[in-house]
């Protein structure tokens, strides 16, 4: 497995992919949030019917879809849901749904280390840890982005996403 940080990312090539963030709990409104204020375009939020998180998600101006048109929609689908739901949503609404290249993102290792998740060979495969829990992330990204926005400087918490570009198999 290759490791990348900062100095590797250029956050400039998500800008112009369409994202798909599946869940909107506690990593998954940072992960939104940070993408579309580091200037992302195309993010939509992915839930199932009913969730109570949409409200919150059209709240905050973003757009939200149900989970399998997301899979067809999107170009890096991020997997944010409970542990425990994951490979079903992959198997039920992910797997047949996403096109040849599609990145499947990951913030915990379980499904895909356990093989619960069984990635196509034909999609790039990627894991994005922040270190804490999605309040933290996103609470860290407004705090030090404004100081080291007036510094004229961006420091970006989304970095990690950057790699998604490389096809990572080695998981």
């Given at each position: ?152 400087k961006r420091l970006s918490f989304i970095l990690c996403f950057s790699s998604w570009w490389r096809k990572i198999r080695n998981y």
């Open positions: 497995m290759k490791m990348f940080y900062e100095k590797d990312a250029d956050v400039n090539l998500i800008k112009s992919k369409k994202v798909a963030i599946f869940g909107y709990g506690s990593q998954g409104h940072a992960h939104a949030l940070n993408l579309k204020d580091s200037g992302v375009k195309d993010i939509v939020v992915a839930l199932r019917e009913g969730s109570s998180s949409a409200a919150k998600a059209e709240s905050k101006g973003l757009k939200v879809m149900n989970l399998s048109d997301a899979a067809e929609w999107a170009d890096v689908v991020m997997i944010l849901t409970p542990d425990e739901l994951q490979a079903e949503i992959y198997k039920n609404h992910i797997e047949q749904r996403v096109r040849e290249g599609t990145s499947i993102a990951f913030a915990h290792g379980l499904n895909v280390h356990y093989d619960l998740i069984k990635a196509r060979k034909d999609l790039d495969v990627f894991m994005v840890a922040p270190k804490g829990p999605g309040h933290l992330v996103r609470s860290e990204y407004i705090c030090c982005s404004s100081r080291w926005f007036r510094k004229g």
